[in-house]
Nanobody
Framework: QVQLVESGGGLVQAGGSLRLSCAVP????????IGWFRQAPGKEREGVSC????????YYADSVKGRFTISRDNAKNLVYLQMNSLKPEDTAVYYC??????????????????WGQGTQVTVSS
C-alpha cells in the first residue's frame, strides 16, 4: 500500500509562516509528480502547488503565487511546502498526493492516485 504522510501543520497568526512536509515512499520522487492540495470547510479540494519529477518544474495556484514554495529532497523522500505571509483564507486541511506521471504536473484532483491523510493549517486574524 502506498503511504504518504504529511506533517508541519498548526496554528499561526496572519503574516506568519509554516513549512509542511510530505514523506513519500522511496524512489517516488524520481518517477512521479507530487501535488499539494487543500480543502477548507464547505469547499471543494483545490490544487495549491505541484512539482514535476522530470525536471522539477512547478505550478502554483494564483492565490498562493509569491507566498508558497514547493521543493523536494529526493535523498530524503520528502516534499516541502513553505508557506509565508499566511492569510486566514489559507486555513484548510492540506494534503499531498502522487500523480502517476513524471512530466508536467497537474492541479486537477483527478490526476492523482494516492493521497495522504492531511494536516490542518489554521491561520488566525
Amino acid at each position: 500500500q502506498v503511504q504518504l504522510v504529511e506533517s508541519g501543520g498548526g496554528l499561526v497568526q496572519a503574516g506568519g509562516s509554516l513549512r509542511l512536509s510530505c514523506a513519500v515512499p522511496r524512489f517516488t520522487l524520481d518517477y512521479y509528480n507530487i501535488g499539494w492540495f487543500r480543502q477548507a470547510p464547505g469547499k471543494e479540494r483545490e490544487g495549491v502547488s505541484c512539482i514535476s519529477a522530470n525536471d522539477g518544474s512547478t505550478y502554483y495556484a494564483d492565490s498562493v503565487k509569491g507566498r508558497f514554495t514547493i521543493s523536494r529532497d529526493n535523498a530524503k523522500n520528502l516534499v516541502y511546502l513553505q508557506m509565508n505571509s499566511l492569510k486566514p483564507e489559507d486555513t484548510a486541511v492540506y494534503y499531498c498526493a502522487i500523480e502517476n506521471t513524471y512530466l508536467y504536473c497537474s492541479d486537477s484532483r483527478a490526476s492523482y492516485n494516492y493521497w495522504g491523510q492531511g494536516t490542518q493549517v489554521t491561520v488566525s486574524s
